[in-house]
């Protein structure tokens, strides 16, 4: 089974965006998809809750009280973390998942905060042994914004302690297309191509990323 933990710190930076669609894209490849809401907030339990029953399913599993049992069979879990996950709690969600998909915002807040988290997720026994790998993203980033830029160039150039480099993955964009297609309970991926073609162009690199071996830790 595929493992996949969407996860910052920070608040607000595009994980449950990133997780369900995610979801929707691994459901609509034909896999039997596991959408783990770890937030209390339950923002990707609500986005599932709207989703019409006619589209490929996507199993909700509410795991923000602890302990939960993914399916047997599964081919995909796809975890959306809370915000200000540190300490045991942050060991505990990383030891559970193959690879983590870190969203970044292009702000000087964000960066920072990034900046910080990468030093504590350097702390953890899973990252420095590489039983879990790291991708990044940059999520909202607006073209040739000074944000992008400088987040860019930490990106590109961060590594862990281990001297693995963090490899950063894709960079999506803003776009009132996530808003509509969630409001929906769909992905990206599942509404009409006309408007969100450069969207979805925009998640390949992530996509193959995730798809390749690259993303997964060494048996
Ligand atoms: N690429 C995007 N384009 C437009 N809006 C976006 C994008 N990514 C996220 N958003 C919007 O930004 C807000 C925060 O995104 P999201 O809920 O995905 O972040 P989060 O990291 O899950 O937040 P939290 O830390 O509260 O769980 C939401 O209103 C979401 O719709
Ligand atoms: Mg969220």
């Known amino acids: 089974m595929r493992t996949i933990l969407v996860l910052n710190s920070k608040g607000g930076s595009g994980k449950t965006t990133i997780a369900t669609n995610l979801a929707a894209h691994y459901a609509k490849r034909g896999d039997k998809v596991a959408l783990v809401d770890m937030d209390p907030q339950g923002s990707s339990s609500d986005w599932l809750y709207f989703r019409p029953e006619d589209r490929p399913p996507i199993i909700g599993i509410e795991g923000w009280n602890g302990a939960y049992r993914l399916p047997r069979s599964l081919d995909v879990a796809v975890i959306d973390a809370p915000a200000g996950v540190h300490g045991d709690e942050l060991a505990a969600l990383v030891k559970r998942a193959q690879t983590l998909l870190m969203p970044v915002l292009p702000s000087p807040i964000d960066i920072r905060a990034a900046e910080r988290f990468v030093e504590e997720l350097n702390l953890l026994p899973a990252v420095n042994r590489g039983a879990i790998r790291l991708g990044t993203v940059i999520n909202r980033a607006r073209e040739n914004s000074p944000g992008r830029i400088i987040l860019e160039d930490y990106l590109r150039h961060v590594r862990l302690e281990n001297g693995r480099r963090l490899p950063y993955v894709g960079v999506l964009r803003g776009s009132q297309n ?35 071996k690259r993303a997964l830790p060494a048996k």
């Open 178 to 212: 996530y808003l509509n297609a969630a409001e929906r309970g769909l992905g990206i991926f599942e509404v009409a191509p006309s408007a969100t073609a450069h969207d979805v162009e925009l998640w390949q690199p992530i996509l193959r990323w995730l798809h390749s």
